[in-house]
Nanobody, 125 residues
């Protein structure tokens, strides 16, 4: 089993930056990819970004391309989401998640096995 601990959420002004972290522990050798998803009040949880563990292939949803950067530190088994130029549409609870299987869409939450507890991101205008 993999355990995930998220940190880094908070309140920031529009145009500002935040960095989220997701530390993985346990059976980390089973990780194929890790991703970030977010859920705003009254909305479905949606894909934000993901990174594969083997080749560091990056995936982004269109609305965050050029503003958010996903990365990882193998030595620390930690994934990051650097969020710049935050907009009023970005506030949500952000979740990190682990995908074990190499098959299945990296964009789909259905293929993710383990989820973090979520961290709140709030953007003030």
């Amino acid at each position: 089993q993999v355990q995930l601990v998220e940190s880094g959420g908070g309140l920031v002004q529009a145009g500002g930056s935040l960095r989220l972290s997701c530390a993985a522990s346990g059976r980390t050798f089973s990780i194929s990819a890790m991703g970030w998803f977010r859920q705003a009040p009254g909305k479905e949880r949606e894909f934000v970004a993901a990174i594969t563990w083997g080749h560091s292939t990056l995936y982004y949803t269109g609305s965050v391309k050029g503003r958010f950067t996903i990365s990882r530190d193998n030595a620390k088994n930690t994934m990051y989401l650097q969020m710049n130029s935050l907009k009023p549409e970005d506030p949500a609870v952000y979740y990190c998640a682990v995908k074990k299987a190499a098959s299945g869409s990296t964009y789909s939450q259905a293929y993710y096995d383990t989820w973090g507890q979520g961290t709140q991101v709030t953007v003030s205008s």
